[in-house]
Every structure is written in structure tokens, then in C-alpha cells.
């Protein structure tokens, strides 16, 4: 079992939808959880975080976290065009020197 | 802040020749990230280092990789000597709390 996995893509949704990323993680001491995102040329850039279990919003994403179920979410309300692009989620271990595991990201297309 | 620093942005060589891709964390970083990514493998760690000690270097591939953090300011990652299969990007990260990543260097390795 890989240590982070996210859901396979690429996800299509159409402009203005809700956009649904998921990722999953194995280790259960896990404590911070980061969203980045990767356009195609670029680095990634990080866009969330979240530490606590429940939702964190900011702007049009929202992120999700659920420890018991080991498993983190990343939502884009009113989905645009601008927002296609790969999205990693990352994972860090309980005792870590700020090292994270990534995921092997998800290609979201968003369709005008 | 400038952000992480990366030189070059794009390197083209030649098999057998060395290269040396430079990072310059962000100021007060403590921990300092080499990556590598290309589309068969995605984003794979190649070492890490905090306050300058490399803590693991277990994703270098092969002993023609080394990688260097002299002083908290400057990284050097170097590949000697290169092959086609290096091509790749390269990034650096540091971080405090949060990494940061640096534009990246684009080899590749005729």
C-alpha cells in the first residue's frame, strides 16, 4: 500500500461546478495535512493546510479532514478555468523534520 | 521574501559531463528539500537536509548524486557523471513549519 494515494484522474468538471479531490494516507500519526498545486511548467505551490479534524475554508477551497477514516479532501467551490491544474496532497509524519510524503497528484480539467 | 532560489532554471548537457544545480532557502528556514520529478515517477524526495545535517539521503538514486548544505544560506545538489536518464526537474524546497519550493531547474541530458 503506497503511503499517500489520491484518486485517479484526470477529473473533468464543468466551469462554476464543485471540484472533488481525495486522498488517502496510512500512517495514523499523521498530524498536518497540505494541499498544493502544480500547474503544468511549474512548481508546486501550497494552497491549504489543515491540522485539526473537521473543514478549513478559505476562499472558493475548502479542506476536509477526517483522522479517523485517515482520509483528506480538498473541495473548489465554483470551479474556473484557472483552477486546472495537478494537485498533490502531502502528509507528514508524526516525527519528521518538516519531510512529507507526497501523493501522486490528480489532473483536474475544468471545462468552460 | 524572494522566496527558494534556484540557478540554473534550465541546464542542457552532455553525457559524462557534471552538473551542479544550486538553492538558496528561503532566510529562517531550517529544513532544506531536494525533488525530483518527472512524469513516470511524479515528485520523489531525493535527500533533506535540517540546519545544515543531512538527515536523509536515502532517496539519492545511485552514488553519482551528492548533495551538500555548507551553511544555512546555500545548497548544492551534483551529478557526476550524468546520464540521458537524468533528465528530469529538479526542485528545492525549505521549509520552517511549511515547504516553500523554488522554481525549479529543468536538466536535460543529451
Known amino acids: 500500500q503506497k503511503e499517500v494515494e489520491q484518486n485517479s484522474g484526470p477529473l473533468s468538471v464543468p466551469e462554476g461546478a464543485i471540484a472533488s479531490l481525495n486522498c488517502t494516507y496510512s500512517?495514523?500519526?499523521?498530524?498536518?495535512f497540505f494541499w498544493y498545486r502544480q500547474y503544468s511548467g511549474k512548481s508546486p505551490e501550497l494552497i491549504m493546510f489543515?491540522?485539526?479534524?473537521g473543514d478549513k475554508e478559505d476562499g472558493r477551497f475548502t479542506a476536509q479532514l477526517n483522522k479517523a477514516s485517515q482520509y483528506v479532501s480538498l473541495l473548489i467551490r465554483d470551479s474556473q478555468p484557472s483552477d486546472s491544474a495537478t494537485y498533490l496532497c502531502?502528509?507528514?509524519?508524526?516525527?519528521?523534520?518538516?519531510?512529507?510524503?507526497f501523493g501522486p497528484g490528480t489532473s483536474l480539467s475544468v471545462i468552460p | 521574501d524572494a522566496g527558494v532560489i534556484q540557478s540554473p532554471r534550465h541546464e542542457v548537457t552532455e553525457m559524462g559531463q557534471e552538473v551542479t544545480l544550486r538553492c538558496k532557502p528561503i532566510?529562517?528556514?531550517?529544513?532544506l528539500f531536494w525533488y525530483r520529478q518527472t512524469m513516470m515517477r511524479g515528485l520523489e524526495l531525493l535527500i533533506y537536509?535540517?540546519?545544515?545535517?543531512?538527515?536523509?539521503d536515502s532517496g539519492m538514486p545511485e552514488d553519482r548524486f551528492s548533495a551538500k548544505m555548507p551553511n544555512a544560506s546555500f545548497s548544492t545538489l551534483k551529478i557526476q557523471p550524468s546520464e540521458p536518464r537524468d533528465s528530469a526537474v529538479y526542485f528545492c524546497?525549505?521549509?520552517?513549519?511549511?515547504?516553500?519550493f523554488g522554481p525549479g531547474t529543468r536538466l536535460l541530458v543529451l
Open positions: 500512517d495514523r500519526g499523521s498530524q498536518s
Open positions: 532566510s529562517g528556514h531550517n529544513s
Open positions: 524546497a525549505s521549509s520552517l513549519e511549511t515547504q516553500y
Open positions: 537536509f535540517n540546519n545544515n545535517v543531512p538527515i536523509d
Open positions: 489543515i491540522y485539526s479534524n
Open positions: 502531502a502528509v507528514k509524519p508524526l516525527t519528521s523534520y518538516d519531510k512529507v510524503i
